[in-house]
């Protein structure tokens, strides 16, 4: 059993549509991270959510951090195909979800 | 700062053989984690450094090791290659006090044959 839920597992999308990615756990983190990795390329750390109830926003994506700390959501807007990628979330330094893969068609 | 970086880029072994993959930390992280990363499996805990000691470990058998140096530069070696040691290695640096944000390397693409 993952300790760490991505959903969806694969997402495949037109360039200009915009997306939410889930992270759920039945466990409360003290921080969650969000990466994306490309292919043949090691995971390229995007934020770092600590607070229950955070956002935060990097250009078009927004993170969320649930209120009791055992979720987090990433929503692009106007997805472009650069975002195409393998997206994790990870916590207690060592745990990490199976990722959403995006799709991003031009 | 120059990132984590990881020697070789790619290695090709075959069945029995063991392999040593190198990883160099950020500049002042004294912290070194390494990950087997596979299609089935995603990305696994190997284990974790500090000041030449490991602190934690996950769960992989014997044949996984590794060793950091007084530089904080670290190395993994996997005895006795199986075919399905064939992974991504990715090694990640933390700094000491700054959380748990890790920052990962290229990796190193094992190949066993």
């Known amino acids: 059993t993952q300790l760490l839920e991505q959903s969806p597992q694969f997402l495949s999308i037109q360039e200009g549509e915009n997306l939410t990615v889930y992270c759920n756990s039945s466990?409360?983190?003290?921080?969650l991270q969000w990466y994306r990795q490309e292919p043949g390329e090691g995971p390229v750390l995007l934020v770092t959510v600590v607070t229950g109830g955070e956002v935060k926003k990097l250009k078009r994506l927004t993170f969320q951090f649930g209120d009791a700390r055992k979720d987090s959501s990433l929503h692009i807007t106007a997805a472009q195909p650069g975002d195409t990628g393998l997206y994790l979330c990870g916590g207690f330094k060592t745990i990490f979800g199976a990722g959403t893969r995006l799709f991003v068609k031009a | 700062k120059a990132g984590v970086t990881q020697t070789p880029r790619y290695l090709i072994k075959t069945r029995g053989q063991q392999v040593t993959l190198s990883c160099s930390p950020i500049?002042?992280?004294?912290?070194v984690s390494w990950y087997q990363q596979t299609p089935g499996q995603g990305l696994q805990f190997l284990f974790e450094y500090f000041s030449e000691t490991q602190r934690n470990k996950g769960n992989f058998p014997g044949r996984f090791s590794g060793r950091q140096f007084s530089n904080s530069r670290s190395e993994m070696n996997v005895s006795t290659l199986e075919l399905g040691d064939s992974a991504l290695y990715l090694c990640?640096?933390?700094?000491?006090?700054?959380?748990?944000?890790?920052?990962f390397g290229p990796g190193t693409r094992l190949l066993v044959l």
């Open positions: 466990s409360v983190f003290s921080s």
């Open positions: 990640a640096s933390r700094e000491q006090g700054a959380g748990e944000t890790q920052y």
């Open positions: 500049s002042g992280h004294r912290s």
